[in-house]
């Protein structure tokens, strides 16, 4: 399988990029925490916001991109590239 053809743009100058994102990804060890109201070994959590206790790593994958909760050391989801269809002929 040819790799994905993906353009990935690093843009560091936040300031004219706004949020777009319309729904995020969650660990679910995390989000289950915060509703009980302990973490994993049972010490109270102070109640917080799920952006504010999750520690999640989002990057490139030979195939796409990964999230990953660094919390739990655990994936949340991966996101996977088809590759990019050939024209008939071809080219
Ligand atoms: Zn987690």
């Not at 399988?1 to 679910?28: G, K, W």
């Not at 049972?42 to 109640?47: A, F, L, Y």
């Not at 917080?48 to 655990?74: E, F, L, M, N």
Request: with cysteine; hydrophobic share 30%; proline share 9%.
């Amino acid at each position: 399988m040819p790799p994905a053809l993906v353009n990935v743009q690093a843009v560091y100058d936040d300031s004219n990029v706004p949020c777009t994102i319309e729904r995020y990804f969650h660990c679910a060890r995390c989000l289950s925490e915060l509703r009980e109201g302990r973490d994993e070994r049972g010490q109270p959590i102070t109640p917080i916001s799920a952006r504010d206790y999750s520690r999640t790593q989002i990057g490139i994958t030979p195939r796409g991109w990964q999230v990953w909760c660094a919390r739990h050391d655990c994936n949340i989801t991966t996101i996977t590239l088809r590759p990019k269809a050939q024209p008939k002929g071809g080219r």
